[in-house]
């Protein structure tokens, strides 16, 4: 998040003014375009549909559903983009990459098999994850029933946190966003380590492939 709060500041106004003018569908909205574009903080939007079902402008139970409708809306976009490329165009385009290779897509395939009901309902309460774990999902074909089962799910316990706080701490709403943060900044240093470590253990088998073909180009006949 920006450090002076510009672009936040005009976020929550949007967010209040679209909420007051067409309700809790407002804040589905925003969830949706927040599925879609991580960078808008769902840890700022749900407590602030929470705050204005406290105000009376829409219940508890609209705030809830229509988040969460939101958050399966966007999920489902991002599922089908997925799903349009596919394992082939996956592979092919791993196999340009620096430091990647098509069978490392065929791993992540075959993992997201074995655990991908896990990975959609966790994924849906981790920052960043929430919006990405649609795609492979998608690339894997998931029985869209189940997708959205279990999307809906993670979605309404993620969604319910923060709604229910918003509720209930009223105009102090933002001392939830200092928690979400710390989350938020937790998420993306495991994600940088296991990036980093990625490359490292990749650099590090090149090297060793290297030297081991340079080493047998030089034997004596």
């Known amino acids: 998040m920006a450090s002076d709060g510009s672009w936040l500041t005009a976020l929550i106004d949007w967010v209040v003014s679209l909420m007051e003018i067409i309700g809790p569908i407002g804040a589905g909205i925003a969830i949706a375009l927040e599925n879609i574009f991580p960078p808008l903080p769902s840890e700022v939007i749900l407590p602030l549909a929470g705050l204005t079902a406290s105000r009376g402008t829409f219940t508890l139970f609209e ?45 992540t395939v075959a993992w997201f098999h074995r655990h991908g ?4 309902f966790f994924g849906r309460m981790l920052p960043i994850f929430r919006s ?21 799910a993670g979605s309404l316990a993620w969604n319910t946190i923060f709604v229910l706080a918003g509720y209930l ?25 296991a990036v980093a470590w990625f490359v490292y253990v990749r650099v590090r088998s090149l090297i060793a492939q290297r030297r081991g073909d340079d080493d047998g180009g030089h034997e004596p006949a």
Do not use: C
């Not at 409708?69 to 165009?89: E, F, H």
């Not at 009901?117 to 959609?120: L, S």
């Open 117 to 120: 009901g896990k990975a959609v």
């Open 169 to 193: 701490l009223g105009e102090s709403w933002h001392i939830v966003e200092q928690y979400a943060e710390i989350l938020q900044y937790v998420v993306i240093a495991v994600a940088a380590a």
């Open 132 to 152: 990405l774990i649609s795609i492979p999902a998608g690339v894997t074909r998931m029985p869209l029933w189940k997708f959205g089962l279990l999307t809906a």
């Open 63 to 107: 705030a809830l559903f229509w988040t969460t409708a939101g958050s399966v809306v966007g999920a489902l976009l991002l599922y089908g983009i997925g799903a349009a490329l596919g394992v082939r165009r996956l592979r092919a385009v791993a196999g340009k990459v620096p430091l990647m290779h098509p069978e490392d897509i065929d791993r």
